[in-house]
Each structure stands twice: as structure tokens, then as C-alpha cells.
């Protein structure tokens, strides 16, 4: 499979691709992806350095005849999301990921690619392997813990840096620019309830919603996507009067749409015929409500041996309530920029199993007086439960500079380049960029890259020609990089 990618062009940056997806690289577990790059580094006998937190300097001296130009900061980050489908046997700390080659698509085997933000790092490991690409004095960036709270970027040193320019290479479509991000905040929540025994003349299910897209909480968020937590919720609140809980399991990853979510529940005998009916009734109905979004919503559905533990009844009310009732998806649409979701929520992952209730979310807002109200809003439905609610990971936003030099330059590069303008916007991910902007005030930045699909999710892919463009392009960025402010 990867022999397929190392054939695909540019390959300085495929085989990089491919060399780097076989090195596992979850967040917070990138000690093997740190060697690897340092190995890198070293064997090209270029400068390299690791700060205090893992973050990858390796500098490069400017080309010939370019020692006049700005330093230029290439930055991309090392870690990546880990998902994978239920069916798939796969083992993320172990294995390789698993590359297939599809038409104009690059895709991995039932699990997240790695494109997010391999190919950024796999592009600046081909510049800096490269003997024949012109370019001023670079400052290779590779910060770790990018995905599940930007530790890298928050605890960068920035006595590392000179440069004058950054180009983040994160943003996933080709044909824009971002000049600005969102900020986001986690909500993690915990709950202890009352359980009580199992009673008898039940019948119990393991339910599972399944099937749904996911993706990105941020760049998918307004896509009108389900997420699986609020489908079960949904679920069990409109199921039969005396259904009980016994366990809920749903989502996982803080910055993922979840796309599973599995319950243990039990109803009564004579309302088993009912129950089943609605298990039907529901899933076509969800189906039907997401058409043409969702396509292969599915709910499945198992008997088994009942656990010897339920919810109490009061408490499976007010924590489906919770569910319930918490906000998910858009919240707040930018007034300043026309279809730029300013203000979000995401229910990222609901967990109820012996005696503790137990949820996660993350809010997103380029705003900060609106993200800390939208942290305010899903607070204030867990303190009406009465749970414990911590909230932390605050990172800022990304202010747009419509008057950045580098954004100048490089829109009439766009332009004359691709014979058309670029979409020059701000996005609802949460880049680098904003907290990498209070390190280096004075450092003038840039997003762009090429187009990926459905990161965060198995059906993650990078679009080959994309990548032929975004290449070409940034060779032209780095040869046109101006001079040096005297």
C-alpha cells in the first residue's frame, strides 16, 4: 500500500508521508515521531534542537543568493488524531497506518490517514531534504500535542525563532488563505449517581447508534452532521416509560464529532413489542432527518444478560435531561464574516457506568467574550445536575490582519498563478496560530494547505493533485519571500 503513495508526485513530500505514517504518533504519546525527526534533522547535518515540552527546531541556511531574504518559519505540527471504525483491527500504538491510493485520493484502511498534519510536516521535511529548491534562511517548526490541547504551541520557547515570516501549512482546502482562527475551552464534567439493583421480568438490549460521519468539530461543525451522543440521548428519552439504564458509552475524542455511541438498557416484558417498534420508528426516522447528511445511520441492536446494577430511576431523568438539553453545533454565526461560524459547542464524549456520570465538550469561538459565553451556557446545564464542572485548556483565537504584508504577497501569487482569487478567510478550527501569535508578536503569519476531507474520522483523505498544487505553490512563496526590513 505504501509503495503506491511513494510513487505518487511531488515525491519529497509522499515519501515523506509514507515514511512518517509508519511511525505511531498519538497526541501525547509523540516520543517515537520526536526521535524520528530528530534522526531526520541529524542525519541532513542541519541544526537540530528539541525545547523543554518536545517541540523540533531544525534550521536551514538560505540558498544561495537568498541570504538577503526574511527568515521563514515553516510550521506544522507531528501529532495526529487517532479513530478508527468499530470492525477495523487495528493497533494505533503498534502499527503503521495503512495507505490506500484511490483515483485522485490518498485514504487509509478504516482509520484516521494522518494527512492532519502530516502532510504539512512531510512538505517541510522535503524542503529540508532538498539540495535544488530555492529558499531564504528557514526555521522548520514541528510542535507536538497539537490535538488534544495544544501543548506544544503554549509552551513553545520562542528564543528558538528569528523568523519574520510563519507559514502554518494546516488549513485543508487549496484555495484558501486563513488569516484567523477560532479559540477554543474544554468542558469535562463528572457526576456521581445513585444506582440501585436490577430488577427482574426485564428484557436487555445493547444499543448501539452507528454508522454517522463525524469529523471535525470545528471545520464540520455547521455541516449539519449528527452527533451520537445527542442521537442516544434523543433515543432513550422518547423510548418506553420504564426504560432503564445500566451503562452509555459515546464519542471519545475532544475535537471529533462523535459517530458511535452504545447504551445497556433494560425494559419490561410487556413492553417489549413497544420497544421494538420504536427502535425501528427511531432509526427511520433519523435516517429520514439527516437525508442527504447521513447515509448510513444505522441502530443496532443485541440481547443480552442484564448487569446486576441499574440507574436509579430519578437519576437517569435528570442525566438524560443533561444530555438533552446542552448545546451542540452552531451557536453564534460571525457578523463580520459572511458563512464563518464565530461561536460553537461540540458534545464530544458521554459516559454513564458505575455510579459516575461523566461528559466532555469543547467550545470553540474566534470571539473570546462569546467562547466564554458559550462555556458559561454548557456549565450551566451540568450545575443545574449538580455535577462537578472543570473547565481548562483555554487556548486564544486567531485575530484576522486583513493588512498582512505576506498576505499580500502571496494573494497576487495566488492569482497569477491559478488565474483566479483566493477565499481569504478566517476558519473555526483551532490553528496554532493564534496562541504561536502571543510567543511571537511581531512575527507576520499565514495558513494555507491542501485539501483535505473528513479529518478526524476514518474517512479521512488528502486529495493528490491538491497537494501537486499546494507544492508548487509554496516553492513560489519561498522563492519570492522578501527582503529583509533594514
Request: hydrophobic share 35%; with cysteine; proline share 4%.
Amino acid at each position: 500500500m505504501s509503495n503506491d503513495v511513494r510513487a505518487l508526485e511531488p515525491k519529497a513530500i509522499w515519501e515523506n508521508f509514507a515514511d512518517l505514517n509508519a511511525v505511531p504518533r498519538p497526541s501525547k504519546k509523540e516520543e517515537r515521531v520526536i526521535q524520528f525527526m530528530v534522526d531526520f534533522g541529524n542525519k541532513l547535518g542541519l541544526k537540530t534542537e528539541t525545547d523543554k515540552v518536545g517541540n523540533i527546531i531544525i534550521k536551514k541556511p538560505a540558498t544561495e543568493g537568498m541570504e538577503d531574504r526574511q527568515t521563514v518559519i515553516l510550521q506544522s505540527h507531528v501529532d495526529m488524531v487517532h479513530q478508527k471504525n468499530n470492525d477495523t483491527d487495528f493497533d494505533f500504538d503498534k502499527e503503521g497506518i495503512k495507505m490506500i491510493v484511490d483515483g485522485d485520493w490518498v485514504k487509509a484502511d478504516g482509520t484516521t490517514l494522518g494527512a492532519d498534519n502530516g502532510i504539512g510536516v512531510s512538505t517541510i521535511m522535503g524542503i529540508l531534504a532538498s539540495s535544488d529548491i530555492p529558499h531564504p534562511a528557514l526555521e522548520a517548526m514541528f510542535t507536538v500535542d497539537e490535538e488534544t490541547g495544544m501543548t506544544g504551541a503554549k509552551e513553545l520557547d520562542p528564543s528558538f525563532y528569528e523568523g519574520t515570516i510563519l507559514l502554518n501549512l494546516d488549513t485543508e482546502d487549496d484555495d484558501e488563505i486563513s488569516i484567523g482562527c477560532a479559540g477554543g475551552i474544554d468542558t469535562n464534567t463528572t457526576y456521581e449517581y445513585e444506582e440501585l439493583y436490577s430488577i427482574e421480568g426485564v428484557s436487555t438490549y445493547k444499543i448501539e447508534i452507528k454508522g454517522l460521519k463525524g469529523g471535525h468539530s470545528g471545520m464540520d461543525i455547521n455541516s449539519g452532521r449528527a452527533n451520537a451522543n445527542k442521537l442516544m440521548g434523543r433515543f432513550l428519552v422518547e423510548a418506553v416509560d420504564n426504560l432503564m439504564i445500566h451503562e452509555l458509552n459515546g464519542g471519545g475524542l475532544r475535537n471529533a464529532i462523535p459517530r458511535e455511541s452504545v447504551s445497556i438498557i433494560s425494559v419490561l416484558f410487556e413492553e417489549i413489542k413497544e420497544f421494538e417498534q420504536y427502535i425501528k420508528d427511531a432509526e427511520k426516522t433519523y435516517q429520514e432527518e439527516y437525508v442527504p447528511v447521513e447515509k448510513s445511520i444505522e441502530i443496532a441492536v443485541t440481547k443480552i444478560d442484564t448487569p446486576p446494577k441499574m440507574v436509579a430511576g430519578h437519576e437517569k431523568n435528570a442525566m438524560l435531561s443533561a444530555i438533552n438539553a446542552v448545546h451542540n453545533g452552531v451557536f453564534k454565526m460571525s457578523l463580520k464574516f459572511d458563512d464563518l461560524v464565530e461561536t460553537s459547542s461540540s458534545l464530544a464524549q458521554v459516559i454513564i457506568k458505575d455510579g459516575v456520570f461523566e461528559t466532555k465538550s469543547l467550545q470553540r469561538s474566534s470571539v473570546e467574550t462569546t467562547k466564554a459565553d458559550i462555556a458559561r451556557t454548557i456549565r450551566s446545564v451540568f450545575y443545574l445536575l449538580g455535577a462537578d464542572v472543570e473547565q481548562s485548556g483555554d487556548y486564544p483565537g486567531w485575530e484576522p490582519n486583513p493588512d498582512s504584508p505576506i498576505l499580500k504577497t502571496m494573494r497576487s501569487m495566488y492569482k497569477a498563478r491559478f488565474n483566479e482569487e483566493p477565499k481569504v478567510m478566517a476558519c473555526h478550527a483551532g490553528l496554532e496560530c493564534g496562541i504561536l501569535g502571543k510567543h511571537l508578536p511581531n512575527v507576520d503569519m499565514i495558513s494555507f494547505g491542501p485539501t483535505i476531507q473528513h479529518p478526524h474520522s476514518p474517512d479521512e483523505c488528502v486529495q493528490i493533485s491538491s497537494v501537486q498544487k499546494f507544492w508548487g505553490f509554496l516553492l513560489e512563496v519561498l522563492k519570492e519571500t522578501p527582503k529583509k526590513v533594514s
